[in-house]
């Protein structure tokens, strides 16, 4: 009897254990990425819809832009996207719109008076009319996550269009913590 109970309680014990390790893979990120949605570079915090599943649909945000000098420059990427594969090595494919707002400002001294010029076209691969704008992205690209909370990574072909064209060849790479 006490021998039954012992295996009964081991079967559980082991069953229960390997449930909870499979709900325990990391279902979100916040990472940093060069190139990419952010086009420069960005903040990203990325999610799964399905918490209790890595494949599958899930949305990222993000922020990015620089200041130096005169000029000034903030992203807003967001993109619906999902993954393929299994264990820690994953197909990501997505879609989504980067708000883009630039400004740069010039200062000049004339007959006597200081005159001020804001320019608001921003020249990135493809120009932009005066911003805030958007630029379109699409996505595909390698995800690896890990087990459990620690270091991921990726690296994303981007292709970004907009208004006045389409460019294919635009890249990402991120690096960041899944939890």
Known sequence: ??????????????TFMAEAQEERFPTRAVYAELGGMGLVYSVNYDMRFHKDKMDGWGVRAGLGGYVYSDRSLFTLPVQLNK??????????IGAGATLVNYQETEYSVGNGSANETTDKHWHFILDMEETPSFMGTINFGYRMVP?????????????IFNQNGFWPLFAGIGFGYAF
């Open 1 to 14: 009897m006490m021998r039954k109970l012992l295996v009964l309680w081991l079967f559980f014990g082991i």
């Open 147 to 159: 087990d459990e909370p620690g270091f991921t990574w990726r690296a994303n072909l981007t292709p």
């Open 83 to 92: 993954l393929f594969g299994k264990e820690n090595h994953f197909f990501e």
